[in-house]
């Protein structure tokens, strides 16, 4: 007599059992129960949500002749075929290089044991990109089997969820797919042949990946998504790629065949320069060199229609109204709104303006865009209104009365306030007390006040520290320099600081000098 063979489960039936655990054990953890994460959803506590099948259908190369596939970039520090890949990665620091570079989708391995992932890693690499002007979406990359791990997703904030059709009776398919929908969230619905491609066609999924590697055996067969491209021509479905894609000619193939996005991890968790590897390896355009522009010029404290106009013709960037009846040149929201028309119609006439740059292919840090798209705009003189000691009602009544373009505020303004004003806000910070300066999504602008007492070299130095500290490592920091700026010292203070734009106030007390030979100066040093 003799037993039949033990069969020995495969990694997938492995993982899905310790997964089944790892979700009991959450489940039953107080302070974690599916009726705390209920809660917590109802109470908003899940971050705003992108829709995935947009956002995939943009990426760099989309505006070009011959669109490239979108790029989900993985976050996958180890897994069960490959062993450690590269363990000391930052899922933050990893996330914010990927969307930098383009990525529509960030993948983040959400598994502890044999990806060494977490929901943590998830967070932060959502809490990195967050205030990115067109981050990615956020994927959860986990073997899903409950209903409770895509609410726990949501509420740590993934966009989607992957849906693996081998691990999933159709039942637990559907109910989890829809369950998905019903917290907005689209998945990625995972197959790897015919048979589980007719599944989740029959699901009605928008999003399928094509796994080349069979989750059983670990096998990867490049042909896999190539053989299931055909089932889904002529539909409303986005294919994806996913697994073992690491040169370009794996993508060039499947481009040729349709597919409209590739799923990589391994490679980009191994390449020395992400950025450049992931060109390649997509074929989508160098991003546009940045373009020199002129050095901007805001005068501030402007309260004289004759005197606007005459620096608006003069070719002044941004005026400044100073609303504080503590000034001497402080202005009524009255007299701002009359002179606003006429630097309006005094400023660049449109030919003269510089045309605005194209809408940015490659995606820049937070105070980048902002710089880039105010200097993009083709109005000039934009009006600027400075609040010093200003309630957020009086800023928003006086932003529409004056129809202010910018407003400015003292760094101490509650962030909370920030939100509500409807244009973007300069944020003005002494060089002494920066925290914050440089934190993303709340201020568009900073400007940085000198301390006048403390000589010009000491300042322009630690100005330039702070630019040269830089966005995202690679970005000089965008900032506006102000204070004791003269026609005299603007020149050195461009060239040691770059700023983007500086300051020069009429309150100054001695007056300022010349403003219009300020602004020669500040043209002679381009
Ligand atoms: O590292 P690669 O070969 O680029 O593959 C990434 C991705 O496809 C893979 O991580 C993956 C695809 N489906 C999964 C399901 C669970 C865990 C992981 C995966």
């Keep these: 007599m003799s037993d039949a063979p ?218 896999t998504t190539s053989r299931l491209v055909e089932m889904v021509r002529e539909r409303d479905v986005i294919l994806c790629a996913l697994s073992g894609i690491s040169n370009p000619k794996d993508v060039q193939v499947y481009k040729e065949q349709g597919v409209r996005a590739v799923l990589v991890g391994e490679a980009l968790m191994r390449a020395a320069d992400t950025g450049a590897f992931i060109r390649d390896l997509l074929q989508w355009p160098e991003p546009e060199p940045e373009r020199n522009e002129p050095t901007w010029v805001m005068v501030s404290g402007v309260k004289d229609a004759a005197e606007a106009e005459s620096l608006a013709k003069a070719g002044a960037d941004m005026i400044g109204f100073i609303f504080d009846d503590t000034s001497s040149r402080n202005t009524t929201p009255d007299a701002a709104a009359q002179i606003v028309d006429i630097i309006r119609a005094s400023g660049l006439p449109a030919s003269s303006a510089p045309t605005p740059a194209a809408a940015p292919v490659t995606p820049a840090p937070w105070f980048t865009t902002q710089r880039r798209n105010l200097q993009s705009t083709a109005v000039r003189s934009l009006a600027v209104g400075t609040f010093r000691n200003s309630t957020l009602s009086d800023i928003l009544r006086i932003v529409a009365a004056a129809k202010l373009d910018l407003v400015q505020v003292d760094a101490s303004v509650p962030a909370g306030w920030i939100k509500h004003i409807p244009v973007p806000v300069i944020r003005r910070f002494r060089i002494d007390d920066t925290a914050d300066l440089a934190r993303p999504g709340v201020h568009s602008f900073a400007l940085v006040e000198h301390d006048t007492s403390e000589g010009d070299e000491k300042n322009f130095q630690k100005a330039a520290t702070l630019v040269q500290a830089g966005e995202a490592g690679k970005w000089p920091t965008p900032i506006i320099l102000s204070g004791g700026l003269t026609m005299k010292n603007v020149a050195r203070a461009i060239q040691t600081v770059g700023p983007w734009a500086v300051e020069i106030s009429l309150e100054a007390d001695p007056p300022a000098d010349n403003v219009r030979e300020f602004m020669a100066a500040v043209k002679n040093t381009q």
Excluded: C
């Design 6 to 223: 033990k069969k020995q489960p495969t990694i997938l039936e492995t993982i899905y059992a310790q997964r089944a655990k790892d979700v009991e054990v959450a489940k039953s953890t107080a302070g974690t129960t599916p009726e705390d994460i209920s809660a917590l959803l109802a109470m908003h506590l899940a971050p705003p949500l992108i829709p995935l099948v947009d956002r995939l259908k943009r990426n760099p190369s989309s505006n070009t002749a011959s669109p490239s596939p979108s790029l989900m970039a993985e976050i996958k520090r180890a897994s069960p075929s490959k062993g450690p890949i590269a363990m000391t990665t930052n899922a933050a620091a990893q996330a914010l290089t990927y969307a930098l570079s383009g990525a529509s989708v960030i993948s983040v391995l959400t598994e502890p044991t044999w990806f060494k992932g977490s929901l943590l890693d998830m967070r932060l690499a959502r809490q990195a990109i967050d205030a990115l002007p067109d981050r990615p979406a956020i994927l959860r990359k986990e073997f899903i089997l409950d209903e409770y791990q895509i609410a726990e997703a949501r509420l740590h904030g993934a966009d989607t969820v992957l849906l693996i059709v081998a691990m999933l009776s159709p039942d637990r398919l559907q109910a989890l797919y829809a369950y998905s929908l019903s917290l907005g969230m689209e998945p990625l619905v995972e197959v790897n042949n015919a048979r589980e491609m007719n599944l989740a066609l029959e699901l009605g999924a928008k999003v399928i990946g094509v796994n080349n590697r069979n989750l059983h055996d670990f096998q990867v067969d490049m042909g």
